[in-house]
């Protein structure tokens, strides 16, 4: 897959641009790698199947994240407080804030997440290709998981995450 800095100037990314992943518990299409935009920031696309868990319970220490929903029903713990978002809405977690988001409807939900800054995106695609099984995620990405409250949530929203269902 070709990737793009951004001293190669202006480009389009059509709808079905950008490689893709699958996490089992939502997809990943990269959109803006953090070289495109200079660190600045990373973009991907999730598509969440209906009534799966896209994230567990976690936090980042090195970077926000915004989700702006594109169609169904976003839920996200943020803190201690439950949110739902729907089309057109905007949910911010800040930096080293434990959050965690689903897809809290019967139908897709679609989600633009933009990471700033940039960097973030590459984490994705680690885990995925899973080339070393003792990859320190808390110390190379400054990513915490929080295991008891992640089953806490699957269970208060019956929840899939198949990438717990699978171990």
């Not at 994240?65 to 949910?91: I, T």
């Not at 965690?100 to 290709?129: K, M, Q, T």
Request: proline letters at 7%.
């Amino acid at each position: 897959m070709k990737r793009f800095d951004a001293s190669q100037g202006p480009r389009i990314v059509g709808p079905g641009d950008g490689k893709f992943v699958d996490l089992g518990s939502c997809g990943v299409r990269f959109m803006v790698w953090t070289e495109e935009s200079g660190g600045g920031f990373s973009l991907v696309e999730h598509p969440i199947p209906p009534r799966h868990l896209a994230s567990p319970v976690h936090r980042h220490s090195k970077e926000d994240e915004y989700s702006y929903v594109l169609e169904g029903r976003l839920g996200a713990l943020l803190g201690d407080q439950v949110v739902y978002a729907k089309p057109g809405d905007f949910v911010f977690k800040p930096r080293n804030q434990w959050h965690a988001f689903w897809n809290a409807g019967d139908s897709s939900c679609r989600i633009l997440e933009i990471i700033s800054p940039g960097g973030f995106e590459h984490y994705f695609e680690e885990l995925v290709e899973m080339a070393d099984p003792d990859i320190d995620w808390t110390r190379r990405y400054g990513n915490e998981i929080d295991a008891a409250a992640t089953s806490r949530i699957r269970e208060r929203f019956g929840l899939l995450y198949p990438r717990l269902d699978r171990r």
